[in-house]
């Protein structure tokens, strides 16, 4: 069963069985790549299998109901031999040409075997400066502009506690509008639909109910325990534990919030842990709601497809942990054939 692990298909065992040809519904519909279907004959058809057990798998379909192969006309046989040799082509070359893309990357010359220029992947540098370029952009985001600001009104707030309050609330206001901005981009509106399924997910896991798109749905997108939610108590946290630093220089004021990070983030995690254990306690309900309120913001109802994948993700840890040996491809691929089926 190690060969062939594959959680995706269960979707398609434990869903309802419609009646009707489901060939025939993916004929009638009018978009065929949301259909998977790859070419159309002139007695059959080319479709891929949207649950399969191994990548890649295609179907060569005669538009005709029969039952077996001996009741094919010569005809439909040589069509649908030609659609085979068709799509064993077909494979062959996205094969070749993703083997020459992945050899092309290793040496580094961005190149594929024809000479045609491809761009690599990011090596290690380009990595670094991405990473700097963005602590930076946090840094001065989140820390340096709203010290500065508060700085520069020194004199109004007197008081260390009101100085860093003021503080503290510029960078939520800055954090609260950044999330709403960002939520406008539609690139990001999948990943927050991915977003609302995996909370889902694991509302359903422990909540004790079947992991299964039905079972799934119910819940909400909105969990106590989201890494959105920490961010905004890091953020309240980080009030109370840097109004013991007082208001020294700007300098000193942004190395201290740099260093008490780990201390800061190390609080506001036993918040949320403490918030998702009593969720139905007062202080729970308090400390959850501001959180809950923002994934207004960062998550969507997704469709039945992402649920399917945040499942298959969930049973894929799950059984990793249980001590079976990762199967990364099983997942991934699966969820490109989700993808390209839109």
Known sequence: MRQIWTPWRMAYIRRDKRPGCIFCEMLEAADDAAQ?????????????????????????????HVDTLE??????AADM?????????????????GLERQTSSDSGTGESAEGVEEPSSLGWKELAITFSVAIVFAVGLFIV?????????????????VFNLVEGLIRIAIFLA???????????????????????????????????VEHVSRFTTRHPRCGTAFLLVVMVVAILVFSVVGKPSLLWLVVSRLVGIPLVAGLAYEVIRYAGRHQKGTFARIVSWPGLALQRLTTREPDAGEVEVAIAVLQEVLRVEA???????????????QESGG
């Not at 502009?145 to 506690?161: C, G, M």
């Not at 001590?323 to 969820?335: H, I, L, N």
């Open 145 to 161: 502009i709203p010290l500065a600001v508060v700085k520069y009104f020194e004199d109004t707030f007197s008081n260390p506690f």
């Open 36 to 64: 998977l279907i790859l070419h159309r004959g002139d007695l059959a058809f080319l479709v891929l299998n949207k649950y399969p057990y191994n990548n890649g798998h295609l179907m060569a379909v005669p538009y005709r």
């Open 323 to 337: 001590g079976g040996e990762p199967v990364p491809q099983g997942v991934a691929s699966w969820r490109l054939a």
């Open 178 to 212: 950044y999330v709403g901005l960002i939520s406008f981009l539609p690139d990001l509106r999948r990943v927050f639909e991915y977003h609302g399924a995996e909370h889902k997910t694991i509302h359903a896991y422990e909540h004790g109910e079947p992991l299964d």
């Open 81 to 97: 031999m030609a659609l085979v040799t068709l799509g064993i082509r077909a494979l062959r070359l996205s094969a070749d040409y």
């Open 71 to 76: 009741a094919l006309t010569a005809e439909e």
